[in-house]
């Protein structure tokens, strides 16, 4: 089934274009300008999409970025640092973004004939991303349903994992973690304290695999584990 | 409650918004270039906006166009002359575009603390473009509803309507139709011939209303008349 993947260049991701390209399935990869501070999020997932030789589709939508501001992911707002289950980790939502990205990409897919799109939502996300939530994902189908008469299928085969689950996934198909970017804050390295790097480092201790990426602060995620 | 339109700069799309300023709702006008061949229509928009003295905000989305082809509204395909009703006017369809437009919009409206988004839709565009279906847009709300928990409504006061009822309301309201722009082919005068320009010129016809628009043809609608 000809499928297009929504790629961040995140571990989540590319081990779902890693899994999909695996399963013969991947026919492109679609990654987002949208002003993101962490932009260089770009460059893995254009390394991805050369890795697994699909096409790659950077759609350029860093004028919505700017329109729908209030988020510390777009902003000048301090990105927080901490546990993802933490209230603080609410200014990292923009708002709709998922719905955004998922009808562009449905667009994509429908004019060049694919079948479905892949997203990599997990059940991480879900406490405070509303747009990755199972209850969404299935309305969001629905609507597509009627938009483009039943032409393209949602798939997200992460929804019900967590990421821990992703990255045990992922060294079953050969993802090379270290060509994936997590951290929001963009800097040279993977900062270790904010919500998306604390998120990435215990997964991997969780998952019980080595994790191959460089933090500048190695040892706060420790601070956040709970129990 | 605070509304922002999604609007085109057409007829229908100001004709609401001057209902929607008429009734203290309007707070601001969404418009898209979408790589539109018919791009002239964007000044119309803007204009709107500055008559309507509220903020105009418009979103370039000029690469989601271009990565989306098939289209006679954005491609170099010709576009077809006649009526609305005919098959060839499904060169006009460009796949998904409401849906991505109405997400985007979502987001701006949610990031501006506005209560509703208004979109133009009406009874004379269901046939060939899905999502401007009555049960598209309850599909579509429903999804929102999931994506921003409940934080912004859709508003789509044409949708049983057709373009003449749309223009009675427009002179209910003081809507300048001649401020607006409908041809698809985008050049100094409404071609006459397209199909939004035939459709244009026989729903005046229909309300009984003095058509302010030049035509390039300004008989060809009348042999594209049903019965």
């Not at 209230?87 to 719905?99: D, G, I």
Request: aromatic share 10%; net charge negative.
């Amino acid at each position: 089934m000809k499928t297009c993947i929504i790629c961040s260049g995140g571990l989540d991701s590319v081990s779902l274009a890693y899994r999909l390209a695996y399963e013969k399935h991947l026919s492109g990869i679609i990654a987002f300008d949208y002003n993101q501070r962490h932009k260089k999020e770009l460059a893995y997932a254009a390394q991805c999409a050369d890795n697994l030789n699909v096409p790659f589709h950077l759609v350029d939508v860093s004028s919505v970025g700017k329109a729908i501001s209030g988020s510390a992911l777009t902003d000048d707002i301090d990105v927080p640092e901490g546990h993802y289950a933490e209230e603080t980790m609410k200014l990292t939502v923009v708002p709709n973004r998922n719905a955004i990205f998922l009808t562009i990409a449905f667009g994509i897919a429908s004019a060049n004939n694919m079948r479905a799109v892949a997203i990599a939502v997990h059940g991480g996300n879900h406490f405070i991303y509303p747009d990755c939530r199972p209850e969404f994902l299935e309305a969001f189908g629905i609507m597509e349903n009627l938009s483009l008469e039943c032409t393209v299928k949602l798939v997200a085969p992460y929804a019900g994992k967590t990421k821990a689950d992703i990255i045990a996934d992922g060294v079953q198909t050969g993802t090379p973690f270290a060509q994936t970017w997590s951290c929001y804050k963009g800097g040279n390295y993977h900062c270790g304290r904010c919500g998306t790097c604390v998120e990435r480092r215990e997964a991997f201790y969780l998952a019980g695999i080595d994790d191959p990426t460089y933090y500048e602060d190695d040892e706060f995620w420790k601070s956040c584990l709970k129990n």
